[in-house]
């Protein structure tokens, strides 16, 4: 059993799992906020106790923290005495949190992989490049590391591992669907971070065919579901973190990602990515000053947490799942539809920023409560899947699968 | 009679201005040439000297210049006995350079009226807003300022007068419109200063109609013409200095200006728009740096200068004029054609910068020849058209008039 939650990152992420600790604080004890900027923790804080979201009285604190800084992060684990470290911080900080767990024998939860600042779209697999150059690390030390809890990572590789085992004696591929149907009403903007948003489009889109990766030129490929709810969408191939596990950790020849785009978001994107003015490389002004393209980009864009009272509509996020059971061709589609006006009326972000937070938090429970407190460093894929999705059926996500004209709530 | 001549500018058509002053420096005498960046004006002169440019033996000198600095362009002026100042600086200089004029008794020339860096598109007439405000001191000063004398403004404004004077007894309407039928074969480019070519398009479009002025948004008007040579050709009612100057000085209704842009042009231009990356207003980014946006997608696009060598196609400028003589309905359309791989051959720019370049050295023999020598300040409307016209026609730059199916050179 582990007790007592840090909690880095404040932002819309960060907003859905503090008030999702609040509300199990029965279980997970204490709950520390930190960020770079302690001001975003305060007002986190300050939304939870309007909301009321405290299951029972207990702590509830923030904290100024660089994440970047080792030993500031080793310090504040111990000084809260928090046994389990929930990072939705910056993709740029997973590998100083993750030793700080290592060295302080908490357990580490992440919802996105490692990312360098200065390397978009790295060779794959990428967790190689990161994260799991810190495997034996964590087993030599016991200290229990789940990569990738969100929804997409996360939630859809618990999808995978449990179409391989319970619907399927063979898969042949697995085609990840992400759609936000919903709107914000403004002209143009990104749903999280710019900055980490617009990375995943610019470079190569990485993707599992045939056992093999496969590069593709973003919005090259694209496809058309009939999806519940949602109605029909076009989604495009599109690289994604969790390909890069479950290739490795289930034998299906074909894992790929589509994310669904609008029109108007295509045409901007591409209007700024062929300008360079998505780029991470600095240019220079006639001034002399020294400016990153994309951090500018940032800097005019709404702030992503600012979208979030005026969105409407809902998410689809599943899995599409195709192969053979008793000799019979099967097809299922395991998935969840969130609506992004219920999120904000019960956490104050919108539901993109939910999907990513929920998981998360449901994974802390099984982690304080033995289940998932594996004692080394997982990707979802290889934990139990059912108390997962199980859990989350009663926190806001519930996870449906449809088959042929069958839809009903998987648990 | 006026001598020798102080280029103030060494941009694309700066690099025109100092090759056709060479090409007459037996009447203009000495040319010199100043920039703040030094460098780009001894490469201009090396390429007059490739080139074999200058008519006879004389002087031509480069010199670092800060033109926003009165007492530093007064003292070049007298050091170089410059009689004849050309400024195709920057347009945030004019307001300086004039004043240096004024206090040394220099002729004054420019191709584009003057703007503060932080006011876009101000309440009409705008030379009231600056120029005019020193013609008191012109006149007192028996100095010579002909404001405006590239194409557009400039030429456009001797075909208005000359219509007006020549070809009509009353004058509805001129629309004076403006198409690039060029290709410079890359992604996106503005071909002048981006700082300058999108302050052009970012504010409201000020028209003269009905003697009032009209406010528009940009693109929200727009017509297709069949011109000469380039055919059919969509343009976009636009604000443009010349409309400030003609529609005080002629007795017409209604005076327009029409610009000519691509679908993908005007797509590009409406997303960085929209999304206020062409404000002039700074930004400050997560790193606490303060950057215009603007200053930032000037850095990030081609340098116009970079274009010329391939660009390849046609401009067509002209004023199409309707009004009545003798008791008759009258059409005229006034214009000339230049070609981007010409200009090109011939002084190393494009035609845009060709066209802007060539009149104001074609207005500087004027002056030097005493022809244009008024001391005190003008537009071009209040000059006589017909001898600049005919001096173009020498010089690179024919005009020609079109009445019903008959097309013939000006003269």
Redesign the interface.
Known sequence: MKRNVLVIGAGGVGQVVVHKCAQHNDVLGDIHVASRNVRKCREIIDSVHHKHAMKVPGVLEPHALDAMDVDATKALIRSTGAQIVINVGHAFVNMSVLQACIETGAAYLDTAIHEDADKICEAPPWYANHEWKRRDACEQQGVTAVLGIGFDPGVVNAYAALACQAYFDEVDSIDIIDVNAGSHGR??ATNFNPEINFREFTGRAWTWQDRQWVQNAMFEVQRTDDLPVVGQQTTYLTGHDELHSLSQNLDVPNIRFWMGFGEHYI??FT??N????L?EKP?????G?E?V?L???????PDPASLAPAYQGKTCIGDLVRGRKDGQAREVFIYNISDHADAYAEVGSQAISYTAGVPVVAAALLVAQGEWDVRRMVNVEELPAMPLIRLMNGMGLPSRIREGSADRLLD
């Open positions: 002209y143009f045409n901007v209007v700024l062929n300008l360079g003015l780029s240019v220079w002004l006639d001034s000053q400016v393209p951090q500018v980009v940032k800097a005019i864009l």
